[in-house]
């Protein structure tokens, strides 16, 4: 867990201590704002844990498509390489050139002189690495003499391969997409506007300082569990 998550994580324990020592008050805690009555915050509670748990529920599945993409893009850069040299008996220099010019972004090396502009050299996005490669293979299945002994350089398995980077890339796109819409409905819950968490926590800090002074050592108690308010 990031720090960043922990301390989301902690923001909702230290609310649920501020909740029980409200209730530890008894008739003492009797404010007037809906909002801070027991059965209310009882019911914050709840969906701040929900809301939580809702983060944590869409962490696990957004790492194992993040690593399954990882994995299958790792192999990418070699293998471009091994295409580069299976392909050179077949094709003209200057197809080669085009070839090598394709994979040169992919890898993201330079092919033009070092002086030009950063932005016109490297292109190494997941998104853009999947472009590139498909033009790639579209180069190759415009050379029908083509045909590598080794089979996973043939067109076909090149393609197919192809197909499992685009897999990959959506699964993680959708995953990262869920887990932060889930972030989002957390954070909206904990830190966004007058009825959040971090509100309602100060909100209730001020009302028992209110009823029983700030001297008080069950205010001092009170007052010293913190909710902070986390970046997001």
């Given at each position: 867990m990031e720090k960043s998550e922990s301390g989301h994580a902690k923001n909702i324990g230290n609310f649920e201590k501020i909740v029980s020592k409200c209730e530890s008050l008894g008739e003492i805690y009797n404010p007037a704002v809906p909002h801070l009555k027991l059965p209310a915050l009882k019911t914050s509670l709840a969906e701040g844990k929900a809301a939580l748990a809702a983060v944590n529920q869409a962490e696990t599945p957004w790492v194992i498509a993040v690593n399954a993409r990882e994995e299958?893009?790792?192999?990418?850069?070699?293998?471009?390489?091994?295409v580069i040299n299976a392909l050179k008996p077949f094709v003209s220099a200057a197809l080669l050139k085009d070839a090598r010019s394709i994979v040169n972004k992919i890898q993201g090396r330079r092919s033009i002189p070092t002086d030009q502009p950063k932005s016109s050299a490297s292109q190494i996005s997941f998104d853009n690495r999947i472009n590139n490669f498909d033009r790639l293979l579209t180069l190759i299945e415009g050379v029908p003499d083509y045909l590598p002994n080794e089979e996973d350089l043939t067109a076909v398995s090149l393609r197919a391969?192809?197909?499992?980077?685009?897999?990959?890339?959506?699964?993680?796109?959708?995953?990262?997409?869920?887990?932060?819409?889930?972030?989002?409905q957390r954070n909206e819950l904990y830190y966004s506007g007058t009825s959040s968490l971090h509100?309602?926590?100060?909100?209730?800090?001020?009302?028992?300082v209110s009823v029983l002074g700030g001297k008080d050592p069950r205010a001092v108690e009170l007052k010293q569990i913190p909710f902070k308010k986390m970046r997001t």
């Open positions: 299958v893009f790792k192999a990418l850069s070699k293998l471009c390489t091994r391969y192809h197909q499992q980077m685009i897999e990959t890339n959506a699964a993680a796109i959708q995953k990262s997409n869920a887990l932060s819409a889930a972030r989002k509100e309602i926590a100060k909100s209730i800090k001020s009302y028992v």
